[in-house]
């Protein structure tokens, strides 16, 4: 009888991992090709770019270099705390894919992959944009992300490697708004600028843009 019962719990065992692998296959998150994502509006660079040297500050007022982005995925958005439309809406995405990262990370997807997301808007309007109001701006969408500012000068260091416009156009009486462009830059753990993302942003476009990246890293 030990021979049949031994046999018999072998065959249990095979038949469980069996159904583990098949229950994974069918939930895990799928990893996007390159093409998949230049088709979702990705441009992956086919060698990152490394950053010349650029000096900020952060919302808390400590400085802020190329350091900031090495060891983790860096998704930085240059934006203004007064913006109408596109600021708040990509910062929104940000915020919920921050937060399915977080789930996906406590429902067992490997919370490294959570920890090493970091996002980071970048401030065009400095002049408004004192360090608690863009502290408060950011921090609306997540607690996690930061917010950077500095001189015209200090933000242009980094905007323009980045392939990033902005400048003042007159709006109302003595007033003005800031264009800018819109994509989302993507940094790798190594501080080189490795993609961006095109507008208009989803939750869907930016995680499955950073699981694909780390894999493929």
Known sequence: MKPIRATVAL????VAIILVAFVYSVVRTPVLTLAQLSEAGVFVFPEP???KPFALQTDGEAPFANEGFVGKWSFV???????PGPCP????????????LEENAKAGEGRE??????VFMVSVDPERDDFDR????VRGFSERFVGL????????QLSSQLGIGFGNVPAGVDGYEVEHSAQLVVIDPEGHYHAFIKPPHTVEQVTATYRALNAAY
């Open 11 to 14: 065959c249990l065992v095979f």
């Open 49 to 51: 770019r490394p950053l």
């Open 77 to 83: 958005f240059f934006g203004f705390t007064n913006c």
């Open 89 to 100: 809406t990509t910062m929104s995405v940000l915020g919920q894919a921050d937060r399915q």
């Open 113 to 118: 992959l959570w920890q090493d997301f970091q």
């Open 134 to 137: 863009l502290g408060s701006f």
């Open 149 to 156: 500012r500095g001189s015209r000068a200090s933000v242009a």
